[in-house]
């Protein structure tokens, strides 16, 4: 084979792989808006599910949707999809520990807002975008940018002589 056919080849699949992570998102959010609707179907029917749900997945499935929501609206939306949260001595606080816990697994993003309305959002993989080659030859060709992370001294002013370069102070210790 020919380099262009190699070329040809590499263009194919990478516009392949980004359409795919496209989809693949496309689906997830059709597979949570999916749960939702069977949870609440299967409520309103007085149904209860041969596999129960746990807290946590249910909290993963209502936030997979997209929205950000506070731990209220979490709690609430739970209770509405038919998750039984009467086991639980303190709904709310169970609700914000499983957020907690899946915001420091990365699973959500939390956002702060003002006391009482912090909210979580899923964390969506970001769509995957393969490096083509003008993306790594600009990333090589930084070098500007890479002189400048090296500088230690601060330039010349134009008013005066040069400065000394900057230091960090010791931290001052005092007696307690």
Known sequence: MAERDYRAA???ALREYEALGLEKGAIDDRLAQL???IGTLTR???LTP???LGLTDACRMILRHGEPMTPVAVRDRLTSIGIDMSKYANDLAAVHTILKR???SGE???IPRTP???QYVWNRATTPVAQTRDIVSVMHDATHEREAMRVTAVPEDEDGP???PRTKRPASKKPR
């Open 108 to 110: 959500l993003r939390f």
């Open 102 to 104: 899946l915001n420091s």
């Open 50 to 52: 041969t596999v129960p």
């Open 44 to 46: 309103l029917l007085g």
């Open 10 to 12: 590499l263009n194919a």
């Open 116 to 118: 009482g309305s912090h």
């Open 162 to 164: 040069p400065r000394a």
């Open 35 to 37: 749960g939702q609707t």
